[in-house]
């Protein structure tokens, strides 16, 4: 049985998206959804106590945390995830030959390059790819 705050929170998030609904599963006292990107990324929102978490490609993101409210938390959530499925937000990924640097969300419209001299010289070393819903 889900807990209240799971219980709550998919209501909302299935009431904004509806189209996630097929893809919810419910587990003892929380649920998880999985979306495969037309890219490849995975997409996984999961609750767990007072919080939601989504999961794309390299990056998560929490709504919530610390007496999280469940309506206000699948809002943001749901907001989140279409802007990611929109192509407004990609993930920016910074990568040291193989290995991750760092990752988060940007706007579409914005530049990676890093914008100063010292920034751009700071990443010399390192390259980076743009994850995005669909290629």
Not at 37 to 56: C, K, N, Q, R
Not at 97 to 109: D, F, L, N, R
Request: proline letters at 7%; charged letters at 20%; glycine letters at 4%.
């Amino acid at each position: 049985m889900l807990t209240p705050y799971s219980s709550q929170a998919l209501s909302v998030l299935l009431a904004l998206l509806p189209d996630l609904a097929p893809l919810v599963t419910l587990e003892q006292d929380h649920f998880e959804l999985t979306q495969v990107a037309p890219a490849g990324w995975e997409l996984i929102v999961s609750s767990a106590e007072d919080e939601l978490t989504v999961y794309f490609a390299d990056h998560h993101r929490h709504f919530g945390w610390h007496e999280g409210d469940p309506s206000d938390d699948a809002t943001a959530a749901a907001e989140y995830i279409r802007l990611l499925r929109a192509g407004e937000l990609v993930l920016l990924v910074w990568y040291k030959g193989q290995e991750m640097v760092s990752c988060w969300p940007m706007e579409a419209t914005e530049n990676p390059v890093p914008p100063t001299w010292f920034q751009r010289w700071l990443r010399r070393k390192q390259t980076y790819l743009l994850k995005q819903w669909a290629e």
